[in-house]
């Protein structure tokens, strides 16, 4: 895009600059309006496996609830209690939203549509995704009521326990890749099984790594049954309580842009992003950025179907699965997967 | 020239941020100022081109070091007072530690001045030739000229981790815990069961 703006007779700072801004507005523009959609959809999806209607009024479907939500929230007055953190209280919700944003850069859509191909681009998504706790934790704390605080020190717990195990996953899958970028990731996927299956999830020592992935990534958007931080039956609504108006709005946002992106992770690292499930050269005519959106919705549909029929867990049962099962059973692959990858060669 | 504002935004934003870390008189603004100046040393890194470094820094510090700090320190009830009794009590401690790290600063910028170490340069001729990936060569280096002290620093952090686990471990009596094989056991048919018990009569459980 660089090279457009430079056409328009710009000098390469400039066009530069203008292209960054430009890329940045033409993830989060969509971004925040599959969030809209999204959440549309979760509302529609839990509506029909609990034999109900869901929103209808607004547009037609319903489909313009999300919206009407949206103005709603807009025009209500924000409500800081007197004895919250002022300055914290209204900063937690920014963190919270800016950190679900910031996380979108290093995805890639298609071959060419990367806003940044970096070479740490997996561990940057780790860096950012374990800022998001703290969105929650400052909103606990800050807003000097009991029940927050309770959400606040579960999600810290919750956050730091998902995020071993999603470390030593994620390992598995970089060991076979050969590298931390998300392209070549989606890349080394190519006829990964048979030559002719695109993705790391049809190989058989990679395919109990995705189902934990794709639990940890629920825990770690804090998604129903892990969504213990909002649990509303012991904690109110958790760490937003206090909240309303625009600062709940942003956590909504954020809360579902999260999930979105935990979906996009799922696609790139183990369904072969923007690749066709198979190798066929009629396939590639569909474009990339086709086969990456549809994933991502699939996997979303993945959430909403676990939300709408699986219990809450409690919480030592959410302890005991993060540390007990997960950590373990990660930790040993690593040590399966390399030792498998040093047999074969792989490395030579 | 965008090099020049950063490294100085970047700067500027963690001295201040250390500051206020040792000034806020509040322990979870203190840790939350922490986390800024972590934030601003990874950009640093990212400048002086070690991004794996720069990743390192946000997904250990800020991501679980900090995290636990903060779990801590929110659960405190801070007595001002006492704070400043202990202040008077441990100053010369507080002196002591503050002049070591000081006359250390001195003897690091005195060795580089003086040529003795090798750190990259100011203009830049020492970094990472561009294309190399930093993970590379820094796996290259860990895991064949470094492997024992890489191996013995892991080997520190077991024995630390063993050690606080030993210290803070006690058994305690009386306690029941979750029976996970069991809960998983019970079925439907064991767990509920139909009565029909006489007008006013009840039924023992």
């Known amino acids: ?40 959809f979760d509302r529609k999806i839990w509506a029909a496996m609990a034999l109900r209607k869901g929103p209808n009024v607004v547009g037609p479907f319903g489909i313009l609830q999300s919206f009407a939500d949206g103005l709603k929230v807009f025009l209500q007055e924000t409500i800081i209690p007197s004895a919250a953190n002022k300055g914290l209280f209204l900063i937690a919700p920014i963190i919270t939203f800016t950190v679900a944003l910031l996380a979108w850069a290093v995805i890639p859509f298609s071959a060419t549509a990367i806003l940044s191909n970096i070479n740490v681009g997996l561990l940057y998504i780790l860096a950012i995704s374990s800022l998001g706790v703290y969105g929650t934790v400052i909103a606990g704390w800050s807003s000097n009521s009991k029940y927050p605080f309770f959400s606040a020190m579960r999600a810290s717990a919750q956050m730091i326990s998902y995020e071993v195990s999603i470390g030593f996953i994620l390992i598995c899958v970089v060991l076979w890749a050969g590298s931390f970028n998300l392209d070549t990731i989606v890349q080394a996927q190519k006829g990964h099984v048979f030559g002719i299956v695109n993705g790391f999830v049809a190989n058989p020592l990679l395919f109990p790594m995705w189902v934990m992935f794709l639990i940890s990534g629920m825990a770690e958007t804090q998604r129903a049954p892990f969504d213990l931080t909002e649990a509303e039956s012991e904690l109110v609504a958790g760490y937003q309580t206090e909240y309303s108006s625009m600062a709940f709005a942003l956590y909504w946002l954020g809360e579902y842009a999260n999930v979105l992106l935990m979906c996009a992770l799922n696609a790139v690292l183990f369904w072969g992003g923007y690749l066709p499930p198979l190798d066929i050269p009629v396939l590639y005519a569909v474009p990339g950025l086709v086969w990456m959106l549809g994933k991502i919705l699939f996997f979303f549909f993945i959430f909403s179907w676990v939300k709408a029929t699986v219990p809450r867990y409690r919480y030592d049962q959410l302890m005991r699965l993060g540390w007990k099962v997960f950590l373990p059973v990660s930790l040993a692959w690593v040590v399966i997967v390399s030792g498998y990858l040093m047999i074969t060669g792989h490395f030579a | 020239m965008i090099q020049l504002i950063a490294f100085y935004l970047f700067a500027t934003l963690a001295t201040a941020a250390g500051a206020l870390t040792i000034l806020a008189r509040n322990p979870v603004h203190s840790v939350l100022w922490l986390i800024v100046a972590f934030f601003n040393a990874a950009g640093l890194m990212v400048l002086v081109g070690a991004e794996f470094i720069a990743m390192l820094l946000v997904i250990v510090y800020v991501g679980a070091v900090a995290v636990l700090f903060l779990f801590v320190v929110m659960m405190l009830d801070i007595d001002f007072a006492e704070l400043r009794a202990g202040f008077i009590r441990n100053f010369p401690l507080g002196f002591a530690l503050a002049l070591v790290l000081l006359m250390e600063l001195v003897l690091g910028a005195g060795a580089y001045k003086a040529g003795a170490l090798k750190l990259g340069t100011p203009d830049g001729s020492a970094t990472a030739a561009a294309g190399a990936s930093n993970i590379e060569a820094i796996g290259a280096l860990l895991y064949s000229r470094y492997l024992f002290l890489f191996e013995a620093a892991g080997l520190v952090l077991l024995v630390a981790m063993v050690g606080a686990i030993v210290l803070t471990h006690r058994q305690r009596s009386g306690v029941r815990g979750q029976n996970v094989a069991r809960q998983n056991a019970r079925r439907p048919d064991e767990a509920t069961h139909n009565v029909s018990p006489e007008v006013g009569k009840g039924v023992t459980l």
Do not use: H, K, R
């Open chain 1, 1 to 40: 895009m660089t090279a457009f703006f430079q056409s328009a007779g710009l000098p390469f700072e400039a066009a530069w600059l203008l292209a960054t801004v430009a890329g940045i507005l033409l993830i989060a523009f969509p971004v925040m309006l599959a969030v809209a959609i999204v959440i549309y």
